[in-house]
């Protein structure tokens, strides 16, 4: 069924999909910091820095692979070249601490900088964790949320950091460069539940949950889109997660949700969707159209010393697939454009189509 712009006017979309991204449920959030020991990793393991609110956007869930007073003694052997933030006990969820957050631990290659990590006890034959570093996870989660400002949905997806401003995602799925071209050859962490991780988080969002219009967002889970905002609208489409859309209308308050109109470019979908499973994007999505609002000069990458491709007229329409990367005092997206031509273009002459 098609659902055209002027139909659209008034809210739909709801089906979590796989992915371990659920509403999270009835706990508050942590007010103190739920540690029961530091112990500091070697400093030769981690990089002195002086991190804030800004600079923290991501929470990487480990395994161990070894016991719990392993993982401490190797985070405190010069030789090792890691550690993480914390590391949980699966017994009884007893928690130390080893890097302080202003300073980056090395847990995941090429995605230190901006996040923080947490170890989790996980021996062989070990059958899952217990219910107890479950809500020891959280309660740091919770704790990490509110004090940095992250938000805690669960991302199953290595371009996710590209698309989303922060959140929760595995070592596994963690990119290996800012272009989120590939991620971690690994298969930590193993077998941690997200669905079972939700269940004791806070209701806490860590993050603005609402948007503005014409605002870039994206899907965080496979998501019904509907003619209507409710539950009981009929579905448009199903849009997969990561897809990215406009805010073109909402918010409407529908069956305990809040529904915001998207457009879905790339699908030529009009829908109503709910708010949990959709986010703000960082400026753009990766799949956001956009057009250019002057003349703009397309470059082969992301500076103003590398060689211009092409000029695209004002009012050219392409779709961002990279980025972005901060360079010359200017941030950068890699856009395809509707004439054939690509590149990299400054955000200063770019806007939501």
Same mark, same amino acid.
């Not at 957050?101 to 034959?125: K, L, R, T």
């Not at 004791?200 to 949950?209: A, K, Q, R, T, V």
């Not at 998501?223 to 990215?244: C, H």
């Given at each position: +069924?098609?659902?055209?712009?002027?139909?659209? =006017?008034?809210?739909? %979309?709801?089906?979590?999909?796989?992915? %371990?991204?659920?509403?999270?449920?009835?706990?508050?959030?942590?007010?103190?910091? /739920?540690?029961?020991? #530091?112990?500091?990793?070697?400093?030769?393991?981690?990089?002195?820095?002086?991190?804030?609110?800004?600079?923290?956007?991501?929470?990487?869930?480990?395994?161990?692979?070894?016991?719990? %007073?392993?993982?401490?003694?190797?985070?405190?052997? /010069?030789?090792?070249?890691?550690?993480? $933030?914390?590391?949980?006990?699966?017994?009884?969820?007893?928690?130390?601490? +080893?890097?302080?957050?202003?300073?980056?631990? #090395?847990?995941?290659?090429?995605?230190?900088?901006?996040?923080?990590?947490?170890?989790?006890? *996980?021996?062989?034959?070990?059958?899952?964790?217990?219910?107890?570093?479950?809500?020891?996870?959280?309660?740091?989660?919770?704790?990490?949320?509110?004090?940095?400002?992250?938000?805690?949905?669960?991302?199953?997806?290595?371009?996710?950091?590209?698309?989303?401003?922060?959140?929760?995602?595995?070592? +596994?799925?963690? /990119?290996?460069?800012?272009?989120?071209?590939?991620?971690?050859?690994?298969?930590?962490?193993?077998?941690?539940?997200?669905?079972? =991780?939700?269940?004791?988080?806070?209701?806490?969002?860590? %993050?603005?949950?609402?948007?503005? +219009?014409?605002?870039?967002? $994206?899907?965080?889970?496979?998501?019904?889109?509907?003619?209507?905002?409710?539950?009981?609208?009929?579905?448009?489409?199903?849009?997969?997660?990561?897809?990215?859309?406009?805010?073109?209308? @909402?918010?409407?308050?529908?069956? @305990?949700?809040?529904? *915001?109109?998207?457009?879905?470019?790339?699908?030529?979908? #009009?829908? *109503?969707?709910?708010?949990?499973?959709?986010?703000?994007?960082?400026?753009?999505?990766?799949?956001?159209?956009?057009?250019?609002?002057?003349?703009?000069?397309?470059?082969?990458?992301?500076?103003?010393?590398?060689?211009?491709?092409?000029?695209?007229?004002?009012?050219?329409?392409?779709?961002?697939?990279? @980025?972005?990367?901060?360079?010359?005092?200017?941030?950068?997206?890699?856009?395809?454009?509707?004439? @054939?031509?690509?590149? *990299?273009?400054?955000?200063?002459?770019?806007?939501?189509?």
């Amino acid at each position: +069924m098609d659902v055209n712009r002027r139909q659209l =006017l008034k809210a739909a %979309g709801l089906s979590v999909g796989a992915g %371990g991204v659920v509403a999270a449920s009835t706990t508050a959030a942590a007010a103190e910091e /739920p540690v029961d020991q #530091w112990r500091p990793a070697d400093s030769s393991n981690y990089s002195a820095s002086n991190r804030g609110v800004n600079d923290i956007n991501w929470i990487v869930i480990h395994y161990t692979v070894g016991s719990y %007073g392993g993982a401490i003694n190797w985070f405190q052997n /010069p030789d090792a070249n890691v550690s993480a $933030h914390y590391v949980v006990r699966n017994s009884d969820g007893h928690t130390t601490k +080893m890097v302080d957050e202003s300073d980056v631990a #090395w847990h995941a290659a090429g995605f230190n900088s901006n996040s923080i990590g947490i170890e989790h006890e *996980w021996v062989e034959g070990q059958d899952g964790f217990t219910d107890a570093l479950y809500q020891r996870s959280a309660a740091i989660i919770d704790y990490l949320a509110e004090t940095y400002d992250i938000p805690k949905n669960y991302y199953t997806s290595h371009t996710a950091p590209c698309n989303a401003s922060g959140g929760i995602i595995g070592h +596994m799925h963690t /990119p290996t460069d800012s272009y989120c071209s590939s991620s971690n050859s690994t298969s930590c962490p193993g077998p941690y539940d997200p669905d079972k =991780l939700q269940q004791y988080l806070g209701d806490g969002d860590g %993050g603005d949950s609402t948007f503005e +219009m014409d605002q870039a967002v $994206h899907t965080t889970a496979d998501l019904n889109a509907r003619e209507q905002p409710g539950t009981d609208s009929p579905i448009v489409a199903t849009m997969p997660e990561g897809s990215a859309g406009r805010v073109v209308n @909402g918010p409407e308050s529908a069956d @305990g949700y809040t529904w *915001w109109g998207l457009h879905f470019h790339a699908e030529n979908v #009009w829908a *109503w969707c709910a708010e949990p499973w959709l986010e703000a994007c960082p400026t753009f999505c990766h799949g956001t159209y956009v057009e250019s609002t002057g003349d703009l000069n397309v470059r082969s990458g992301p500076s103003v010393n590398d060689t211009v491709r092409s000029t695209v007229p004002e009012g050219t329409r392409g779709v961002v697939t990279q @980025g972005p990367q901060n360079a010359d005092g200017y941030q950068w997206w890699y856009v395809e454009w509707n004439d @054939g031509s690509e590149g *990299w273009s400054v955000v200063d002459y770019l806007q939501t189509a």
